[in-house]
């Protein structure tokens, strides 16, 4: 975007080594085209600005001099659906019912994609099935036990095309976005060794709120008892992931916000991310997990704080 701003016409990328051991996967990922919310905000698609990405030995030809490249390029553009699925349960004190905790999880995988082992359904069991069903057992529970705060669950739409959909809830909410106290977000809660999790957003520079910080390490010691790993949250982490789920269109307008995750694995975006796959009493104890906290969170006399120094590195 700082070269467009500048006035770029056209961007060429030449990989390095490491995005040449990636062109395959984005290759895949790019040929499907880029998604964005049509007139809609925070938009990050500029199509009058071509972006070509050429081979490594590219760089031979640009450093020899003067280059002219002929390009044709067609710009195809269309409407693409995608929806939010958003459910409600409300709170049982006059006052505090009109204040929500929100969970939040996606509901769309990669579809049909390049078969591996001639599999080429990318089911998107734990990413985000997992979280689905979690949501689903918490909101179950809350009916059954519902809390003094009202509770929504807003399962999303197109995150894996970009948050697209948390992006379009934060920009179109449907309760008064200062209404909103909490966002409990899961991607991914299924996998990997029974004993440990993952949480985003409980430590400096990506905890926003101190109060919600608390409740979901409470939660853990009085349930799960994970071992955490809380590294993610490190500006220095490769994975950038807290810039990658939902929680984030939320935290960037300073709702106490957090994700839960079991990790990655090498199943991950293959058609081997499966039901057979799933670790269900790994799924079952995060779903606690995520409940623990939203009780808390629902229940308490005050609302989780937003931290007042709360900054994103981007
Ligand atoms: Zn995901």
């Known amino acids: 975007m700082p070269l467009i701003k500048r006035g770029a016409i056209a961007i060429i990328i030449v990989a390095d080594d490491i995005?040449?051991?990636?062109?395959?996967?984005?290759?895949?990922?790019?040929?499907?085209?880029?998604?964005?919310?049509?007139?809609?905000?925070?938009?990050?698609?500029?199509?009058?600005?071509?972006?070509?990405?050429?081979?490594?030995?590219?760089?031979?030809?640009?450093?020899?001099g003067s280059v002219n490249i002929e390009a044709n390029l067609i710009v195809e553009k269309y409407p693409y659906p995608s929806v939010n699925i958003i459910g409600k349960i409300a709170g049982t004190d006059p006052t505090l019912k009109s204040e929500y905790l929100l969970y939040s999880g996606h509901q769309d995988a990669h579809g049909i994609r390049n078969a591996i082992n001639n599999d080429s359904t990318y089911y998107g069991a734990d990413d985000n099935g997992s979280v689905d069903v979690a949501m689903l057992a918490n909101a179950r529970a809350f009916v059954k036990y519902p809390a003094k705060r009202s509770v929504l669950f807003v399962i999303q739409g197109a995150e894996e095309r970009g948050l697209l959909g948390s992006r379009y809830f934060?920009?179109?909410?449907?309760?008064?976005?200062?209404?909103?106290?909490?966002?409990?977000?899961?991607?991914?809660?299924?996998?990997?060794?029974?004993?440990?999790?993952?949480?985003?957003?409980?430590?400096?520079?990506?905890?926003?709120?101190?109060?919600?910080?608390?409740?979901?390490?409470?939660?853990?010691?009085?349930?799960?008892?994970?071992?955490?790993?809380?590294?993610?949250?490190?500006?220095?982490?490769?994975?950038?992931?807290?810039?990658?789920?939902?929680?984030?269109?939320?935290?960037?307008?300073?709702?106490?916000?957090?994700?839960?995750?079991?990790?990655?694995?090498?199943?991950?975006?293959?058609?081997?991310?499966?039901?057979?796959?799933?670790?269900?009493p790994k799924l079952k104890k995060m779903a606690d997990w995520m409940y623990r906290t939203g009780y808390k969170v629902a229940n308490a006399a005050k609302r989780p704080n937003a931290n007042k120094n709360f900054k994103l590195e981007r």
Request: proline share 6%; hydrophobic share 35%; aromatic share 8%.
């Open 170 to 280: 934060t920009s179109h909410p449907t309760v008064p976005i200062t209404s909103i106290v909490a966002v409990l977000n899961g991607d991914m809660i299924g996998r990997n060794h029974i004993d440990s999790a993952a949480v985003l957003g409980t430590q400096i520079p990506h905890r926003n709120s101190d109060d919600l910080a608390k409740m979901v390490n409470d939660a853990n010691n009085e349930g799960p008892k994970f071992k955490l790993d809380t590294t993610y949250d490190k500006v220095t982490h490769l994975e950038g992931w807290y810039f990658r789920s939902d929680h984030l269109p939320y935290a960037r307008l300073g709702i106490p916000a957090i994700m839960y995750t079991s990790l990655l694995h090498d199943d991950y975006h293959t058609p081997l991310d499966n039901a057979e796959n799933i670790n269900y």
């Open 19 to 64: 995005a040449e051991q990636a062109w395959d996967d984005a290759n895949e990922n790019f040929k499907r085209g880029t998604f964005d919310i049509e007139g809609g905000p925070n938009s990050t698609v500029n199509t009058k600005v071509p972006v070509l990405w050429l081979h490594k030995n590219a760089k031979n030809v640009f450093t020899n």
